[in-house]
């Protein structure tokens, strides 16, 4: 009698938690849209979609790519290629069809773009966290992410301060693969990747499990509708560089030495509100939605944190402060430039990947040298 | 100390930022864009981080 009370009340109490997470998310999105005007509410709303999509279906970047190098399972990697080309599917036309209103996340192969993205595929697996990842980390309570993540945005607003003088140590002009053309180039390269993968994969790992499939054809839905709603792609980097350059601002710091920041369009966005920037939207709502499912979860927030030697916090700083300043210089992180990038047939997103995942192999090898494999 | 604690501090935080932000830059819902840059006529010009400066 006394245990079926205690399950009453904490079956209720879970329903009340639950119930109070919807709520809350109902009313951010809707005192936005009210408030700010009805594109911002509905990123928020995509955002907050991203977070509970990657948090809630355990998918990432970060992760996957682990997986293919070390264990040469490629069911997570194809997962990413799948959501990669079905976004094309769509955006590639769009953005044929509407150029003045829609934008890829169209960027120039450089020297410092390459070396960017070598650098960030390596501190994304030395904090198993790569730009999204970083934030849904942090929101559903792993420690590391939530270290990194002030450190990233730290990185990405320095790196965006000198952003003009690497780009101009070498970069060719914006190449895209653009129409009907450049979407079927996009599609046999993506067919091609996932081929040499599935090759490569063990035995028995190939077959995509059902929640990966789910993921990719959601973060797929989400991501076109971001470009549908705020006429760019998703992106992450930016948004964490300008809460840092607003705070810098907001200090009283001059940002004139800076060609990035003291720009029209930067000046134009430090001086409005973050709840209005698009990448800050999303951003907001990954961290959200990801608390919003650890939370949801039955015992989703009450695992012990795990303990790490001081070497690991150390480098999970400098890891967290490498990722944001690379991913600037790279034109973008996992997301930006590898998700984004492809699918909007970018060509910079194409080498993005093939620098990070070069990266990826001497990250994975310092993570534990680093201290970062967790104890007991 | 568990997850619970970390994961209230990165709330904690993202609701400190926004307040700030909201303090020294209100909302304008005159100023809102269309809600939807597909079809709206205007030129897209969000920030985005594989973008040079506009």
Redesign the interface.
């Known amino acids: 009698m006394t245990s079926t009370v205690l399950e009453a009340s904490s079956g209720s109490a879970t329903a009340l938690r639950r119930a109070a997470l919807v709520l809350a998310a109902l009313v951010a999105v809707g005192a936005?849209t009210?408030?700010?005007?009805?594109?911002?509410g509905?990123l928020l709303a995509i955002g907050l979609g991203f977070g509970i999509a990657l948090e809630g279906l355990r998918f990432g970047f970060a992760g996957p790519w682990r997986a293919m190098i070390l264990r040469r399972e490629p069911a997570g990697l194809l997962a990413q290629l799948l959501a990669i080309a079905l976004v094309s599917i769509v955006a590639i036309p769009?953005l044929s069809s509407?150029p003045?209103?829609?934008?890829g996340?169209?960027?120039?192969i450089g020297w410092a773009m390459v070396g960017g993205a070598f650098v960030f595929g390596a501190a994304m697996q030395v904090v198993l966290g790569c730009g999204s990842g970083t934030l849904v980390n942090?929101?559903?309570?792993?420690?590391v992410g939530?270290l990194a993540?002030p450190f990233f945005a730290i990185g990405?607003f320095f790196g965006a301060y000198g952003?003009?003088w690497w780009?101009s140590l070498g970069a060719l002009p914006i190449l895209t693969l653009r129409g009907t053309t450049g979407l079927a180039v996009t599609l046999v390269l993506l067919a091609l990747v996932a081929g040499v993968a599935f090759a490569l994969g063990k035995p028995g790992s190939r077959a995509l499990p059902r929640r990966y499939v789910i993921a990719a054809l959601v973060l797929a839905a989400l991501a076109i509708g971001n470009?549908?709603?705020?006429?760019?792609?998703w992106?992450?980097?930016?948004?964490l560089g300008?809460?840092v350059a607003?705070g810098v601002q907001?200090a009283g710091i001059d940002l004139s030495g800076s060609?990035?920041?003291s720009?029209?369009?930067?000046v134009t966005?430090l001086?409005?509100?973050?709840?209005?920037?698009?990448?800050s939207l999303t951003d907001?709502g990954l961290?959200?939605g990801a608390?919003g499912v650890?939370?949801w979860r039955q015992g989703?927030?009450?695992?012990?944190?795990p303990r790490y030697p001081a070497r690991a916090w150390v480098a999970t700083v400098v890891a967290g402060f490498l990722l944001g300043y690379s991913?600037?210089l790279a034109?973008?992180?996992n997301v930006?430039?590898f998700f984004?990038?492809i699918s909007t047939g970018?060509l910079?997103g194409w080498v993005w990947f093939a620098a990070a995942f070069a990266g990826a192999f001497l990250g994975i090898r310092l993570r534990p040298i680093l201290g970062l494999e967790a104890r007991a | 100390m568990t997850r619970k604690s970390t994961a209230l501090i990165a709330i904690a935080g993202l609701l400190a930022l926004i307040a700030a932000d909201l303090l020294a830059a209100p909302l304008n819902p005159y100023h809102a864009p269309p809600a939807f840059a597909l079809g709206s006529g205007q030129v897209a010009s969000g920030g985005f981080c594989g973008a040079l400066p506009d």
Request: hydrophobic share 45%; charged share 10%.
């Open positions: 936005l009210l408030l700010g005007g009805a594109r911002y509905f769009l509407h003045g209103e829609l934008t996340a169209q960027a120039p942090a929101g559903s309570g792993n420690p939530l993540l990405s952003l003009i780009t470009l549908v709603v705020a006429g760019q792609p992106g992450v980097v930016y948004g300008l809460w607003k907001g060609a990035f920041w720009a029209p369009g930067s966005r001086h409005e509100n973050l709840l209005t920037d698009y990448t907001i961290i959200a608390f650890a939370a989703g927030l009450s695992q012990a944190l991913s600037r034109f973008g992180c930006g430039a984004s990038g970018s910079h």
